[in-house]
């Protein structure tokens, strides 16, 4: 390969790098709806995770709960969200007790667990009858 071959791949090459150094510096837009989300699929993941004691998961869950019910009601105040009805801010809309637990459970005079458990169809003679294992 010629000289002038390789400056060109050289430069094609530094200039790929620059374009993805300049991208990954951009900062990342992430909207109420999918704020909200993330906390609470971290709130699940604590109210599901095994290895959790009893009140390790208490401790978990409460530090979450203050900040779910913060972002549920950014969401709820969230005018720009009828402006762009994504079909992630329709689908957090129509499943209303899912995707405001806090609120929901509140409305519903219920713990968020069980208002979680509920809307999911799960009883606890469902949870006791299933069992473990390899399928």
Do not use: C
């Not at 071959?5 to 999918?34: M, N």
């Not at 972002?71 to 994504?86: Q, W, Y």
């Amino acid at each position: 390969m010629s000289l002038s071959k390789k400056l060109r791949h050289l430069s094609f090459i530094a200039a790929a790098a620059a374009s993805i150094a300049f991208i990954s510096t951009a900062p990342a837009q992430a909207g109420s709806v999918e704020n909200l989300e993330r906390e609470r699929a971290m709130v699940l993941q604590a109210i599901l995770m095994p290895d959790l004691g009893p009140d390790e998961r208490l401790v978990k869950i409460g530090a979450s709960q203050r900040r779910l019910v913060d972002l549920e009601r950014i969401v709820l105040r969230d005018d720009s969200l009828t402006a762009r009805p994504t079909p992630a801010v329709r689908t957090a809309f129509k499943n209303y007790d899912l995707t405001f637990l806090m609120h929901a459970a509140t409305e519903k005079k219920m713990l968020m667990v069980d208002n979680w458990f509920t809307a999911m169809g799960l009883t606890t003679q469902s949870i006791m009858s299933t069992h473990s294992g390899p399928r």
